[in-house]
């Protein structure tokens, strides 16, 4: 299958500061990337979607100020955390459609964010 | 919200078939069945898809039923490796993920 990946793969940091997440597709190139979020215990959530060379679309009670997504180029896609709260602290996942098999995702190995 | 609904949990012996059911009871015309799994702390790992007729690959076997409105994903030959949770999902342009079915591959 394709391959994403992402970095960091863990951050820590202080509450109030912002955190950047990204996402690249090693192996092809995705017009279209997604974001989710995962707590403890409970089942990945969609965030938003996003589209290279244009804006973001979030999923209802997603914050596009607190959380911007860019995807600036076929191969990557960046979530930034502004301004982060302890209640932002989660498993943030990417995903990336493979235009070579249709409407396939592929997932990267997941981000975990703590906020102190 | 998901559209499907999965048992939560399932148990199998290492070297039988598990058998994971699936019910997509307001599935559409052009939405494609697509299985997950993820495994703890892991990214979700794509498995199989399939729009009316049965799947096989590499990985695991995927039978949809005549009216489609249920699914079963069959992996042949369980290992320990294979315990993760199991998202069935109905999609067209992304995925909502359900709960899954927990399921725990014993020795």
């Known amino acids: 299958g394709a391959v994403v990946s992402q970095h960091p793969s863990w951050v820590i940091c202080k509450s109030g500061t912002s955190v950047k997440i990204e996402c690249r597709s090693l192996d092809f190139q995705a017009t279209t990337m997604f974001w989710y979020r995962q707590f403890p215990k409970q089942s990945l959530m969609l965030m938003a979607t996003s589209n290279e060379g244009s804006k973001a679309t979030y999923e209802q009670g997603v914050e596009k100020d607190k959380f911007l997504i860019n995807h600036a180029s076929l191969t990557l896609s960046t979530l930034t955390v502004t301004s982060a709260h302890p209640e932002d602290s989660s498993f943030y996942i990417c995903?990336?459609?493979?235009?070579?098999?249709?409407?396939?995702?592929?997932f990267g190995p997941g981000t975990r964010l703590l906020v102190l | 919200d998901a559209k499907t609904t999965q048992p939560t949990s399932m148990d199998c012996a290492e070297g039988r078939a598990a058998n994971l059911p699936c019910n997509h009871s307001t599935i559409s015309g052009n939405e494609y069945v697509y299985w997950y799994r993820q495994i703890h702390s892991q990214g979700p790992q794509y498995i199989i898809h399939?729009?009316?007729n049965n799947e096989t690959n590499e990985m695991a076997s995927l039978i949809i039923t005549e009216d489609r409105k249920s699914s079963t994903l069959i992996l042949p030959h369980a290992t320990l490796r294979d315990t993760a949770v199991y998202y069935c999902?109905?999609?067209?342009?992304?995925?909502?993920f359900g709960t899954g079915t927990r399921l725990q591959v014993f020795p």
């Open positions: 399939g729009l009316k």
């Open positions: 995903s990336a459609r493979d235009p070579r098999t249709g409407e396939t995702q592929y």
């Open positions: 999902i109905d999609h067209t342009d992304k995925l909502i």
